[in-house]
């Protein structure tokens, strides 16, 4: 039987980065928040200190800190044809779990999207004419300018570290050119470069492209964010993506607003406990709270006056599936909303091995980088290139992790005593040019719910449908052979190109960068929730994360996830609040 | 946790009736001032009275008692603040409260065991002392039974404190140093009496006494050693400025260290609330503290070093750099810790086998702390590190021999 607790003013599902930033707003406007996390509490000395965070089995071999896919997963096709099956084993990308979801296991890399990024449709077409007709690209129904103080709040709780390529209009030298108007600096200087960036960056500008430091989590000096929290120096382990960092040297929720929240008595976190459904009035106008199920079993409905989803994007539209709130997508017609434009990302990449000089790749750091963005979004003329989007061109030096690195040239075997000499012979001596590619949404592309298959609580599984569509596979045919381009100009021995081919492989890992599903927009027949993030159907309840990326573009995603939820919090505090209903008139 | 308005007034009245039922003087409500109940507050605060007279461990109401104090001579559970009439301060008078404050004996004229500051109390005016008396009558009444003491015979007769009282406490007012500035003079009331510093910072004799040749040079408290915290030439401090001491006591956070345990809850509850101006009078009184100068130490045969050097780059350089500098404000620094350098090591020994949580406060939030090494470092590999750590700078301390380490090891597993 669901046992009924005292109503709250908002309940959050989900506590990851998107939560944190509700709950830390919302909290300080006076309002009792509730956050529900279906993960164990996570703290930096309990669960990845120094003495053992560094622990690749652990952690990235047997999942320490993923989504267990006997908890949920979900089930995958490439097109409607195939019959979808379930991901027993997480690849291609690595949901989170947990107390600061995938924010405690990200790598840092904390990008703007470009100004007509988010007027994809609108830019595009005035540009360069129609867009094909089942390539679903929208504008997000908001702009850059409006989001601009919201990303420049963002990076001074993230203490981001780079360097400004445009402050208020100015050009500055060293950083991107391309990016939109700053209001601000970065709260810190750029990381310290190492042979392999300094390589890329004379070779990008040999060819007349614009290298600069890539905007990072990982700190380059100590810093105390706006909150008065703590971050250190990063020690260049190379042991962030898929890991905590136990030096607080990496922005997570962990680090940045999880300890202030704590503090403050309007603010309660259920760990262990796993939403199962949004709950609404008999009229489906609201929502009423949720429905969460604990460790023991037992279920219980917990009131609220409002509800943000704070999930991973694929669980957020499960969840209003499941809850059947908003009209699911329908590919055959191309009507209804929740489901539709699910995008990911298109990688490729040009590994340069070296012959005498050491790249030392062990000393990394997630977001240790520098990149170009000559190639990405519109910055570069698309006539008669058959596409649109692009992608940054990068030089990183993440990690040398023995388990999961160790890039041989072509020609070598798979496995083998030549296989161990050339791992040997190149360990220490390659680095990687790495194209990260936009991925624009397509009629055929979308997630809905499984026919088959369900979960522990006997919830169908969502079902995901995608491949790399037409315009992927131009982009990467046109970007990668810059990259290439590049690392040849590097003075390495030889270059291997890792080119983008075929069908998406559910299996490599790619990029953990899901978006859509929830997708904002200007038009409640074709988006999920309006341009402040708040559901068509039910005021009461707000969409936070990368579902909300109409499509995705050639970045990671963190940087606008936490713009878009800043400026989300914004309108609920200073507008929702005053007069409860919805903020778009349709 | 302050009372509603209609939960105060029942409170003075029952007060009041208190006073004449016992015809001890006069109603006691007239005298509650505003002013003085707030600077009972502030003083409560200074003194850290909610530390111990709260049951944090089970998460008890605030000064309603219970809280277990372990002293070398048994456990000692504080007792109930709240003017609760039965088990409380209800039926306790200004004067009584002043006695025991100042003298150590209860109403019914009990010896309080020294657990309880009142050597360091009895320095505090009557006025200070009526003030937080005001101060705690204003509490919601709580009853609260308080555990036996848990003392072995003779100590668990109160006769047995009369004895100690007689050799080493002395019922003293505070005398002001005309030669000295009005700040240190305030500093020095501050440290003496309210905030109690010597209580945990300066050595004890065999029975429990403050040595006062070891005037806040160091003392063991529950298997810790807090540090010595002179300031002055040659002291413990000696390299810290006033602000980096403000700035300890108001933030939780220091150039050189943060507070950690019994330190961390002091700041959380006590001294991050106090003004400036008071911690300013802390710095400058504890700043004109000379030590004597160190002696001369045996120095370790030069592989123990060697060896704890490497150990020390392995296991701790990432936080505290290779050079030992640290991060300010952040990692410690352990060129100049005094914990580190310790006449007694067991605060360092003690950190690196079971780590340390630094304090969070409302300036700095932050949840950091060191993780333990018990499972990762032998007692030799322990014993050479912090060997090298003491003898590789400027300032040196004697070599740690594995046995020191093996008894906190066997302490720390025996207790937790």
Known sequence: MTKQLRSVDVVLVGFGWTGAIYAEKLTAAGLEVRAFERGPWRDTPGDFATTFAQDELRYYWRHGMFQEASQATLTFRNNGAQTALPMRHWGSFLPGNGVGGAGVHWNGQTYRFLPSDFEARSHNEDRYGPLPEHMTVQDYGVTYEELEPHFDYFEKICGICGQAGNLNGRTVDGGNPYEGPRSDDYPNPPMQMTFSQDRFAASARELGLNPFPVPSANMSRAYVNPLGLQLAPCTYCGFCEKHGCGNYSKSSPQTTIIPVLMQRPNFSLLTNSEVLRIEKSADGSRTTGVTYVDTSGDTYFQPAEMVVLCAYPLE??????????GEPYDP??????????????????????????????????????????????????????????????????????????????????????????????????????????????????????????????????LR????????DRRLTQHLTPVAEQIARGMGGREVKVNDRRGSYDSVPYQTTHNTGGTIM?????????????????????????????????????TGTVGALAYWSVDAIINQYLRQTGPLVQT | ????????????????????????????????????????????????????????????????????????????????????????????TREEFYDALNEGVDREGHHLYPAMPYPYFTLMTREDTDAIFAYLRTLEPIASDVPENDLPFPLSLRQSVWGW???????????????????????????????????CHTGKGALGADDDDEYLRGGVLEH??????????????????????????????ARHTAPMQRMGEVVAMSTQHLSEKDLQAVAIYLKTLDDGPREEQDLAEADRLEIGEGIYFDNCAACHAADRSGVPYFFAPLTTSNKVLAEDPSTAIRIILGGARAQPTEAVPSVLAMPPFAWKLTDEQIADLLTYLRQSGARKAAPVSASEVVDMRDYLAEEY
């Open chain 1, 316 to 325: 957020n539209t499960r969840l209003l599936l499941l809850s059947q709130i």
């Open chain 1, 332 to 461: 055959r017609t191309g009507e209804g909303v929740v489901g539709k434009n699910y995008c990911y990302q298109v990688m490729s990449s040009a590994t340069v091995f070296f012959e005498e000089e050491f790249t030392n790749g062990f000393i990394g750091a997630g977001a240790l980088g520098m990149v170009a963005d000559d190639y990405n979004g519109d910055n570069f003329d698309h006539s008669g290139l058959g596409f649109i989007g692009g992608g940054y061109i990068a030089c990183h030096t993440t990690n040398a992790r023995p388990i999961e690195s160790h890039p041989v040239p072509d020609g070598v075997p798979r496995w083998g005593s030549k296989w161990k000499r050339a791992v040997r012979e190149n360990f220490l001596k390659t680095t990687s040019v790495g194209v990260h590619g936009a991925s624009m949404a397509h009629r055929s592309n979308y997630l809905d719910l499984d026919p088959t298959y369900t979960d522990a609580h006997g919830r169908p599984l």
């Open chain 1, 464 to 471: 995901m449908t995608y491949d790399f569509t037409l315009n």
């Open chain 1, 521 to 557: 927009g200007a038009d409640p027949a074709t988006s999920v929730v309006n341009r402040y993030c708040q559901s068509w159907d039910c005021p009461n309840l707000f969409v936070a994360g990368a579902g909300l990326f109409p499509q995705n573009a050639g970045y990671n995603p």
């Open chain 2, 1 to 92: 946790m302050r009372p509603a308005r209609g939960t105060f007034l029942i409170v003075l009245a029952a007060a009041g009736m208190a006073g004449l039922a016992l015809g001890t003087g006069a109603p006691q409500a007239q005298e509650l001032s505003y002013s003085q109940v707030e600077r009972g507050r502030y003083l409560t605060i200074a003194g850290d009275c909610k530390a111990c007279h709260t049951d944090i461990e089970s998460d008890g109401v605030p000064f309603a008692g219970g809280r277990g104090l372990q002293t070398p001579f048994g456990t000692i559970y504080s007792s109930n603040l709240t003017p609760d009439m039965e088990t409380g301060l209800g039926r306790w």
């Open chain 2, 165 to 199: 009282k007689l050799l080493f406490f002395e019922d003293k007012e505070f005398a002001r140093d005309p030669e000295m500035s009005e700040e240190w003079n305030r500093g020095r009331y501050l440290v003496d009496g309210p905030l109690h510093c010597g209580g």
């Open chain 2, 224 to 253: 810790w050693f807090a540090p010595n915290i002179r300031g002055g030439e040659n002291g413990g401090i000696a390299d810290w400025d006033r602000d980096d001491i403000v700035a300890f006591l108001r933030d939780g956070r």
